[in-house]
Nanobody
Framework: QVQFVESGGGLVQAGGSLRLSCAASGATFSIYSMGWYRQAPGKQRELVARFSSGGGPYYADSVRGRFTISRDNAKNTVYLQMNSLRPEDTAVYYC??????????WGQGTQVLVSS
């Protein structure tokens, strides 16, 4: 089925920015089911941002106003622009569909480290 390859992570200082990319391949899927998740060491994976069929994307309270989810349909790629990064944003970031997260099917993710 669908496979996702996340990239764009790295080490940044607090207040810095990163742009994550999620390249999709394989079976056709609805891009409006896509979302970004993250998991910090010792913590549960959480939803960060996702597209919605309603009035714009959903963002977790912790990232709203700082992160922006977007897509490029021609490239079959989803992005997560992360600004004003904080140490608590440190995590491995994953992209997935609603179905994929329900089934527990995840890619490798990309590591984001934010220094104090």
């Amino acid at each position: 089925q669908v496979q996702f390859v996340e990239s764009g992570g790295g080490l940044v200082q607090a207040g810095g920015s990163l742009r994550l990319s999620c390249a999709a391949s394989g079976a056709t899927f609805s891009i409006y089911s896509m979302g970004w998740y993250r998991q910090a060491p010792g913590k549960q994976r959480e939803l960060v941002a996702r597209f919605s069929s309603g009035g714009g994307p959903y963002y977790a309270d912790s990232v709203r106003g700082r992160f922006t989810i977007s897509r490029d349909n021609a490239k079959n790629t989803v992005y997560l622009q992360m600004n004003s990064l904080r140490p608590e944003d440190t995590a491995v970031y994953y992209c997935n569909t609603a179905r994929g997260q329900f089934l527990g099917s995840w890619g490798q993710g990309t590591q984001v480290l934010v220094s104090s």
